[in-house]
């Protein structure tokens, strides 16, 4: 029916200093920081780190945009992602440090996060490409991000390194002209 539109699964909010203690406890080990954020923050993940990187990315010269996301029926916080290369020159951004409260995964949350951080670069910011690099063993990761438009477009063989062993990753974009998927 044209004219009813559907409420938002998720909001995107910008995340904020006093969002750390939350975004802190979800990611747990080594492990886990070294998948959601590489070698960005060191282990283990501290809350002031996380301070500091609200405060940087609220400043929209750095051009990142790093958003909470909240569930519009219960008002909790359920998840953080971040959106790079959001500056006026810019055609593209990568998505990058997704991640679901513990307590909310494996409940489909992650695929309407993708998918309202991609609708955003391309609604509302105007961008051309959306792209995401996933290490090739996070099956999970990669099967979201297909659901969602994405397309294989190469592989960084031994990417990053990580408790003496080397990882490799895949880069999957999607166009603007490609969404929303099929």
Do not use: K
């Given at each position: 029916?044209r004219?009813?539109?559907?409420?938002?699964?998720?909001?995107?909010?910008?995340f904020?200093?006093?969002?750390?203690?939350r975004?802190?406890?979800?990611?747990?080990?080594?492990?886990?920081?070294?998948?959601w954020?590489?070698?960005?923050?060191?282990?283990?993940?501290?809350?002031?780190?996380?301070?500091?990187?609200?405060?940087r990315?609220?400043?929209?010269?750095?051009?990142?945009?790093?958003?909470?996301?909240?569930?519009?029926?219960?008002?909790?916080?359920?998840?953080?992602?971040?959106?790079?290369?959001?500056?006026?020159?810019?055609?593209?951004?990568?998505?990058?440090?997704?991640?679901?409260?513990?307590?909310?995964?494996?409940?489909?949350?992650?695929?309407?996060?993708?998918?309202?951080?991609?609708?955003?670069?391309?609604?509302?910011?105007?961008?051309?490409?959306?792209?995401?690099?996933?290490?090739?063993?996070?099956?999970?990761?990669?099967?979201?991000?297909?659901?969602?438009?994405?397309?294989?477009?190469?592989?960084?063989?031994?990417?990053?390194r990580?408790?003496?062993?080397?990882r490799?990753?895949?880069?999957?974009?999607?166009?603007?002209?490609?969404?929303?998927?099929?």
């Amino acid at each position: 029916m044209r004219g009813i539109s559907a409420a938002p699964a998720v909001l995107l909010e910008p995340f904020a200093p006093a969002d750390a203690p939350r975004l802190a406890g979800w990611v747990r080990s080594p492990e886990e920081l070294f998948a959601w954020a590489g070698a960005r923050f060191p282990a283990p993940l501290s809350e002031d780190d996380l301070r500091s990187h609200a405060v940087r990315a609220a400043d929209p010269a750095c051009g990142i945009r790093a958003l909470r996301v909240v569930d519009p029926a219960s008002g909790e916080v359920v998840g953080h992602l971040e959106l790079t290369g959001l500056l006026p020159e810019q055609t593209s951004s990568t998505l990058r440090r997704v991640v679901v409260a513990p307590e909310r995964r494996r409940l489909g949350l992650g695929t309407e996060m993708v998918r309202a951080a991609v609708e955003l670069a391309f609604g509302n910011v105007g961008l051309h490409r959306v792209e995401v690099r996933v290490f090739d063993d996070n099956h999970a990761a990669l099967a979201l991000y297909r659901r969602c438009g994405f397309t294989i477009e190469g592989r960084l063989r031994e990417y990053r390194r990580l408790g003496g062993r080397f990882r490799s990753a895949y880069v999957l974009g999607v166009l603007s002209s490609e969404w929303p998927p099929a």
